[in-house]
């Protein structure tokens, strides 16, 4: 199972309306809100590293009021 942490800075005033679309799609297991350099922290996760990055980048990337993310994708230890 691949897992990443995915930080989103949204336009401005669209925060609360990309948490609500991150919300719904499947792989998405939590959004928050939060202050600071980013606006909305998502955990993921995907079968494998290739369905990992299709999440990334064909569903997450593409959503209306996303300016820019940060994925970082999480190593077992």
């Given at each position: 199972?691949?897992?990443?942490?995915?930080?989103?800075t949204a336009d401005p005033g669209m925060d609360r309306e990309v948490a609500g679309q991150m919300?719904?799609?499947t792989g998405v297991e939590n959004v928050?809100?939060?202050t600071g350099l980013y606006d909305i922290v998502?955990?993921?996760q995907a079968p494998d590293d290739a369905s990992m990055v299709?999440?990334?980048?064909?569903?997450?990337?593409l959503i209306d009021g996303i300016r820019?993310?940060?994925?970082m994708f999480c190593?077992?230890?």
């Open positions: 199972m691949a897992k990443a942490i995915v930080l989103i919300k719904k799609i928050y809100l939060v998502a955990e993921v299709a999440l990334a980048y064909d569903k997450i990337r820019e993310t940060h994925t190593l077992a230890v």
